[in-house]
T-cell receptor, first 114, second 112 residues
Framework: GAGVSQSPSNKVTEKGKDVELRCDPISGHTALYWYRQRLGQGLEFLIY????????KSGLPSDRFSAERTGESVSTLTIQRTQQEDSAVYLC????????????FGPGTRLLVL | GENVEQHPSTLSVQEGDSAVIKCTYSDSASNYFPWYKQELGKRPQLIID?????GEKKDQRIAVTLNKTAKHFSLHITETQPEDSAVYFC???????????FGGGTRLMVKP
């Protein structure tokens, strides 16, 4: 079946602008995660959603970052007033249920803030 | 919170040799340890994982070992092939579906 998809694949924006990144998880997966990967580095956890529970936002680096999820489907990650240090690949993953199951990653959105 | 250290950061081996990548973690509550392979410009792909109730797991040329007492785990790739060249990430979490804390990655280069 279809894997995790993300859009856009690439985004170039100017410093100070807001951006919205989208993630479509695998159908039926109740858990959804956002990670950030800076060039040549590992993945940093940002936020995760499990069903209708309150999201775990402990990884969000500042209040400019927020995310929403509609039920158990699409999620959007919003970065307000982007800064150059926000440039990175933003990866989304989903798993069947938090507490069990592999996390499957999407292809990522490559964000460049000029 | 959890901290995962990974070594080496780069590893170059000759085709057919073995490669070993090591990770340490800090949170004794962690009990799930996956390994991901990421080719250039591609998404991370799970290659093997291990839970804390076992000490070793093998899948063809790939094996992972876990030492809970010492809080370290390792990836072993035998009979390496050029297509094994990629960046490998270890990770840890307190449960299979919880958020993952990743190591910094190891760039493996297999020379033909």
């Amino acid at each position: 079946g279809a894997g995790v998809s993300q859009s856009p694949s690439n985004k170039v924006t100017e410093k100070g602008k807001d951006v919205e990144l989208r993630c479509d998880p695998i159908s039926g997966h109740t858990a959804l995660y956002w990670y950030r990967q800076r060039l040549g580095q590992g993945l940093e956890f940002l936020i995760y959603f499990q069903g209708n529970s309150a999201p775990d936002k402990s990884g969000l680096p500042s209040d400019r970052f927020s995310a929403e999820r509609t039920g158990e489907s699409v999620s959007t990650l919003t970065i307000q007033r982007t800064q150059q240090e926000d440039s990175a690949v933003y990866l989304c993953a989903s798993s069947p249920h938090a507490g069990r199951g592999t996390q499957y990653f999407g292809p990522g959105t490559r964000l460049l803030v000029l | 919170g959890e901290n995962v250290e990974q070594h080496p950061s780069t590893l170059s081996v000759q085709e057919g040799d073995s490669a070993v990548i090591k990770c340490t973690y800090s949170d004794s509550a962690s009990n799930y340890f996956p390994w991901y392979k990421q080719e250039l410009g591609k998404r991370p792909q799970l290659i093997i994982d291990i839970r804390s109730n076992v000490g070793e797991k093998k899948d063809q040329r790939i094996a992972v070992t876990l030492n809970k007492t010492a809080k370290h785990f390792s990836l072993h790739i035998t009979e390496t092939q050029p297509e094994d060249s990629a960046v490998y990430f270890c990770a840890a979490s307190t449960n299979a579906g919880n958020m993952l804390t990743f190591g910094g990655g190891t760039r493996l280069m297999v020379k033909p």
